[in-house]
């Protein structure tokens, strides 16, 4: 199982070519979906992931192995374009089926915003679901996984 002590990294999207996403490896495992690299506006570094703009485009991590425990997904988001009704949501995969981690995670047009959702044990995977006018979308960049903490 994904023992998040052992891969605790950022993603930031700079060694994958740009363009497309098609089926992309990346330190968490496989990402796929509506989504390409691209240059320029990330948060840090020089590319970012943006998730393509219209209804329900959805970009989808599968893990390499499912979570040992409870963890945190933390990225960083802005949208693309202030343009028509913005949303995204996180979903979480899990043995038991899909899990609204997150309803609605507010971002803004020119800012990286902070994101954060729990991600239960034995999650499998986790979808970032975005709808948005047609050409808008959001961008995202340095995501991490990360140990719940706990009180």
């Known amino acids: 199982m994904l023992a998040c002590g052992l891969a605790c990294a950022t993603e ?13 490896s990346t330190m968490y495992g496989c990402l796929s979906g509506d989504a390409l690299i ?12 943006r998730i393509k ?3 329900n485009r959805c970009v989808k991590l599968t893990f390499t192995e499912p979570l040992a425990d409870v963890a945190v997904l933390n990225f960083w988001v802005q949208r693309w374009t202030a343009q028509g009704a913005f949303h ?14 997150q309803k609605n995670i507010a971002a803004v047009v020119k800012e990286y915003k902070q994101a954060q959702a729990v991600l ?26 990360l140990p719940e903490l706990r009180p």
Not at 12 to 17: L, R
Not at 88 to 99: I, R
């Open 12 to 24: 930031s999207f700079e060694s994958a070519q740009a363009g497309e996403t098609g089926e992309l």
């Open 38 to 49: 691209s240059t320029g506006a990330a948060r840090s570094g020089k590319q970012f992931l």
């Open 120 to 145: 239960p044990a034995g999650t499998t995977g986790v979808k970032l679901i975005c709808s948005s006018v047609e050409g808008g979308g959001a961008l995202v960049d340095d995501v991490e996984l």
């Open 88 to 101: 995204l949501q996180v979903v979480a995969e899990t043995p038991g089926g899909n899990v609204v981690v």
């Open 53 to 55: 703009g219209a209804k």
